[in-house]
Nanobody, 124 residues
Framework: QVQLVESGGGLVQAGGSLRVFCAASGRTFSNYAMSWFRQAPGKERDFVAA????????QYADSVKGRFTISRNNAKNTVYLQMNSLKAEDTAVYYC?????????????????WGQGTQVTVSS
């Protein structure tokens, strides 16, 4: 089992920045590829960003490319999502997810473990 706990969400004005965190426990963190997904009210949960086990590979949704950066610190069992130039449409609950193995995944079904989410609200 892997336990994931997100933090760092909050309210920010459009154009601002926010960094969300995901702390993992329970298994060897460096064996898991990690991702961030988000879910806005009334919408499906969508892929945001993914990072490989070592951090050497990343992938982003087109909607956040150039504005968001995913990173990880395997010594601290933590994955981060730095969000810059935030827009009102970035408002959502942000979830981190873990999948065993090297390959990146971009769909919900590819991930084995999920956190409870952290709310990010961008005011326009």
């Amino acid at each position: 089992q892997v336990q994931l706990v997100e933090s760092g969400g909050g309210l920010v004005q459009a154009g601002g920045s926010l960094r969300v965190f995901c702390a993992a426990s329970g298994r060897t963190f460096s064996n898991y590829a990690m991702s961030w997904f988000r879910q806005a009210p009334g919408k499906e949960r969508d892929f945001v960003a993914a990072i490989s086990t070592s951090g050497g590979r990343t992938q982003y949704a087109d909607s956040v490319k150039g504005r968001f950066t995913i990173s990880r610190n395997n010594a601290k069992n933590t994955v981060y999502l730095q969000m810059n130039s935030l827009k009102a449409e970035d408002t959502a609950v942000y979830y981190c997810a873990a999948r065993l193995g090297y390959g990146l995944g971009f769909t919900i079904r590819e991930y084995d473990y999920w956190g409870q989410g952290t709310q990010v609200t961008v005011s326009s």
